[in-house]
């Protein structure tokens, strides 16, 4: 599948962008999920065309002993029902993103948003690795296919991709793929991985 950024990419730097351009003849919704604290949040906002919708809320003390908060010194807000954002990856295709809660209790919710979802970007955070082994078992549970993105934290050890898909123990069709969610070109192209490998998927079934 050729993929290449529509003519928005190039739009004024807040990229605000409120129509669905003309040629668009094919919209695809993804899941953007992971564990607590991952940067689902961020990794929409760094690529969304329109100003996200956003549904964070404070962490308060209601939040003790329920949200683990270890590794997370400064995280203040946490999304409460789903982050979303939309880009117009080529002319023909608009891909529609769907940033899922990260707690546990929300697995309800997860349930509903994967719902006419193509497949879905998993971020992984190299410092908590093992939380996110149960996102991607709800994600397989419900036939959901995906792609794994390692959210490359400042100051967080880098480790080579192989060991981290060890680590997860990933198949070995599972694209994995490293970005920063800040920024908005390496999130570009874990996003075309996935895509991309969402397409094969169908042709192959085809």
């Known amino acids: 599948m050729g993929s290449a950024l529509s003519p928005s990419e190039s739009a004024v730097p807040d990229r605000t962008v409120d129509y669905v351009p003309e040629t ?79 707690q546990r209790r929300f697995i309800p919710l997860w349930e509903e948003l994967s719902r006419g979802a193509l497949g879905a970007l998993v971020l992984v955070d190299t410092r908590r690795i093992d939380k996110a082994d149960e996102v991607l078992a709800v994600l397989e549970e419900r036939g959901v296919p995906y792609s794994v993105a390692v959210n490359e ?23 994995l793929t490293a970005l920063d969610a800040r920024d908005r070109g390496t999130c570009l192209r874990s996003l075309i991985t996935l895509v991309e490998h969402l397409f094969h998927r169908v042709e192959n079934r085809g």
């Open 153 to 175: 934290f400042e100051g967080s050890q880098r480790y080579p991709l192989s060991e981290i898909r060890d680590a997860l123990d990933l198949e070995p069709g599972t694209p």
């Open 24 to 102: 668009v003849t094919r919209s695809v919704k993804l899941l953007v999920a992971g564990n607590f604290g991952v940067g689902k949040t961020t990794f929409v906002g760094s690529v969304s065309e329109i100003r996200p919708l956003r549904t964070e809320e404070t962490i308060t003390e209601a939040s003790v002993g329920i949200d683990d908060m270890a590794g997370l010194p400064g995280k203040v807000t946490t999304t409460v029902a789903m982050d979303f954002g939309r880009i117009t990856l080529n002319p023909q295709l608009a891909l529609y993103l769907f940033g899922t809660p990260g």
